[in-house]
């Protein structure tokens, strides 16, 4: 059998131009999809809040309902 060197940490081989091309794309279409999901989640969330709260700050319902929301969803995260 022929002696084979093995491979060490500090080898320096150089990564083909091709692979560094492909794992910076794969960054690049991961991170636009992540940022898109975030962002997609974070405007529902909004939504969510405003059709919350803007009946209770414009006064057509009673700001007593604000504890029952705040109420309602600290168990629901608390479950969750």
Do not use: H, Q
Request: glycine residues 8%; hydrophobic residues 60%.
């Amino acid at each position: 059998m022929p002696a084979t060197k093995p491979v060490s940490d500090n080898d320096a081989r150089r990564t083909p131009p091709v692979r560094v091309a492909l794992a910076a794309l794969v960054c690049a279409v991961l991170g636009w999809a992540l940022g898109f999901v975030s962002w997609a989640i974070l405007s529902l969330a909004y939504r969510a809040i405003e059709v919350v709260w803007r009946p209770i700050l414009s006064g057509a319902v009673p700001a007593s309902v604000a504890l029952v929301v705040c109420t309602a969803g600290g168990a629901f995260m608390g479950w969750w």
